[in-house]
């Protein structure tokens, strides 16, 4: 059975930082590309960052400069560092990985809140 647990999320001025994690189990975490995605409230999921198994990533150009995906294999641990915070970075912060069969399972989020 297929688990993610994210935490870390919390308030945050702007201008701030936090790193939020999530660890995984029931699947091979070193061979699985993982993901980070958000949603505001009122908007839909939107895609943050990835992490290929080999350590390829990929960031969203509205958070690139600011927020790193990074992964600890040994850890089964996926992790985004958020700096620089924005009001509009505000949102649920989902953890997410995909099956070989192409089924997406999804953590219950962490809350990451902004003030100004």
């Known amino acids: 059975q297929v688990q993610l647990v994210e935490s870390g999320g919390g308030l945050v001025q702007a201008g701030g930082s936090l790193n939020i994690s999530c660890v995984a189990s029931g699947i091979h975490f070193s061979g699985k590309t993982m993901a980070w995605y958000r949603q505001p409230p009122g908007n839909q999921r939107e895609l943050v960052a990835s992490?290929?198994?080999?350590?390829?990533?990929w960031i969203a150009p509205s958070v690139k400069g600011r927020f790193t995906i990074s992964r600890d294999n040994a850890k089964d641990t996926v992790y985004l560092q958020m700096n620089s915070l924005k009001y509009e970075d505000a949102a649920v912060y989902y953890c997410n990985v995909r099956s070989g069969y192409g089924v997406d399972y999804w953590g219950k989020g962490t809350l990451v809140t902004v003030s100004s």
């Open positions: 992490i290929s198994s080999m350590g390829v990533t």
